[in-house]
């Protein structure tokens, strides 16, 4: 077994060296790295950064006023009320300018602005259960609706890659090879699939990357573990875990749909069909449910794995989705013991 292992390992390396040396796969990485530092940049120039004036109110709001709802003071929430409804409330006091910028001009939109944000974390602590604490926690909310659909860009590099790594050795004859030596079999299409599993995470560690300029929108110092439910229409989440656990959640249910169509297209290229209906097999099995079932959150509740390439949904109820999880390790496994069986009972060697 530890040597099968071995093999296994040194042929998953050779997979990666044909894909990036021989297949020249190092272009397409190079080209997903382009396009998505294109959408980082694209996102920070887009975004409504705040001032350094505006980053300033806002810490002084959540150390002057109470950064929990019981420590809140209502004299503070009346004086939010008399400054957003008034059109010529005077900004110049004590409890609303802090005093290191006071001799600066102020803009009174920025000031309503920040007091709207401290008042809007305020109501959610307000009215939540599960959360006593008060944070602006708009930058995780757009992390997490990046989530929300299929990541095409994502989706489509990661059935090119499959494709090339599952057919790598097709139509040369090096596959009925490398069948009949000691443990080809064995070997071959575990390594296979592991250099694909690698190429996703590598891909995924891009793909997050490229998402970090949504937390310089609002400052890194904002990009703070805090309770779920703080983070808009998260509020009805019942499962007491953190923004961090969240994301991390996401991340690995992204990378679990990426496998399973993975998959997909490398069991239809090792029953001797080309990487063109692999592919094409790998798009039907992502898109058609999603396209299908995408109303009324019913692409969720079906137990397919390619819902977790669209994860987002799950967030609001991690805990009632368990059926899901476990259907879609149990169709992930079983379709490498089906891979394997066809691809050990494909061909004798003569």
């Known amino acids: ?18 894909f990036f040396k ?18 980082a940049l694209n996102n ?38 008399s400054m957003v409804t008034s059109d010529d409330y005077d900004i110049e006091t004590d409890m609303v300018i802090p005093e290191n910028i006071r001799e600066q001009i102020i803009d009174e939109k920025e000031v309503k602005d920040m007091m709207t944000v401290y008042y809007s974390s305020y109501n959610i602590a307000k009215n939540n259960e599960h ?15 990046e989530y929300k659909n299929i ?19 097709k139509g040369k004859g090096i596959e009925d090879i490398v069948k009949c030596t000691r443990n080809g079999k064995r070997k071959l299409l575990p390594a296979k699939i592991i250099a694909v599993i690698i190429m996703i995470i590598l891909l995924e560690m891009i793909r997050t990357a490229a998402l970090f300029p949504v937390i310089n929108t609002y400052g890194i110092s904002y990009f703070s573990d805090i309770p779920i439910q703080n983070v808009n229409y998260m509020q009805e989440t019942a499962v007491n875990i953190g923004t961090r656990q969240a994301m991390a959640f996401l991340i690995l249910c992204e990378i679990a749909g990426l496998i ?19 592919f094409i097999c790998g ?68």
């Not at 021989?22 to 959408?39: C, D, E, P, R, T």
């Not at 959360?131 to 609706?145: E, P, V």
């Not at 819902?307 to 169709?331: D, G, K, W």
């Open 1 to 18: 077994m530890y040597e099968i292992m071995i093999n296994v390992l040194r042929q998953t390396a050779y997979e990666l060296i044909k």
């Open 22 to 39: 021989i297949k020249k796969g190092y272009i397409l990485i190079i080209l997903f790295i382009i396009v998505n530092a294109a959408s």
């Open 44 to 81: 920070n120039v887009k975004s409504s950064k705040y001032s350094d004036e505006e980053e300033v109110l806002l810490k002084f709001y959540y150390e002057k006023w109470g950064d929990t709802y019981d420590s809140a003071n209502d004299t503070m929430i009346n004086l939010y009320y």
């Open 131 to 145: 959360t006593n604490l008060m944070a602006d926690s708009r930058c995780w909310h757009y992390l997490f609706i």
């Open 151 to 169: 990541n095409m860009f994502l989706c489509i590099m990661t059935l090119i890659i499959s494709s090339i790594i599952f057919s790598a050795d």
């Open 260 to 278: 399973y169509v993975s998959l997909i297209t490398g069991s239809i290229i090792i029953s001797n069909y080309g990487k063109a209906e692999g």
């Open 283 to 350: 798009i039907i099995a992502a898109y058609v449910p999603f396209f299908l079932l995408n109303k009324n959150n019913g692409y969720t509740k079906a137990a397919l794995p390619s819902a977790f390439l669209a994860p987002y949904n799950f967030l609001s109820e991690i805990n009632i989705y368990r059926l899901q999880y476990i259907l879609t390790a149990v169709i992930i496994i079983g379709i490498m013991f089906i891979m394997e069986a066809v691809y050990t009972h494909e061909k004798s060697c003569s």
